[in-house]
């Protein structure tokens, strides 16, 4: 499956730029007229993902977050990278109400976000190398409208 269209973005770990890469994936995706909901949903996981990437993989110390947007006919693939701590334990992270950030009062649920959201969720992590989260999505409004006669 070869995308029809390809993005790159890198920006500063700042907090201000997770509403600019919520944007940006929004404006990115309604290429292909997903329904309110599904840009909602691609919206909320990129929030969680570059917000992890700011908190976690950077604790807030400078940095560049990376975030790669692949469009396909019905589906988008969308990976967010930081080059910072990394994550000594994928499955233990992605565990539901684990934080590694207690001392900001984090609620744990930026996976479980992430996974409820899309339709798939990989994580590849190397402790001081950093991490990438690719999330994958299919939109079933536009695949309907596709397969109509």
Do not use: C
Not at 19 to 35: G, L, M, Y
Not at 36 to 46: F, G, I, Y
Request: charged share 30%.
């Amino acid at each position: 499956m070869n995308p029809i269209n390809e993005v790159r973005l890198e920006f500063v770990s700042k907090s201000s730029n997770e509403s600019f890469a919520r944007v940006v994936a929004a404006a990115f995706v309604s290429q292909i007229d997903p329904n309110l909901e599904e840009l909602a949903d691609v919206k909320t996981a990129v929030s969680e993902a570059v917000t992890n990437a700011i908190i976690h993989g950077y604790e807030n110390e400078p940095g560049f977050v990376k975030m790669t947007l692949k469009l396909y006919e019905d589906a988008v693939e969308i990976s967010v990278t930081d080059e910072g701590k990394g994550i000594e334990d994928i499955e233990k992270a992605r565990q539901p109400m684990y934080t590694s950030r207690p001392d900001m009062e984090r609620s744990g649920m930026g996976f479980t976000v992430m996974e409820s959201f899309m339709d798939r969720v990989d994580v590849v992590s190397e402790v001081g190398k950093g991490t990438t989260v690719t999330m994958f999505k299919t939109f079933n409004s536009v695949r309907g409208r596709k397969n109509t006669p």
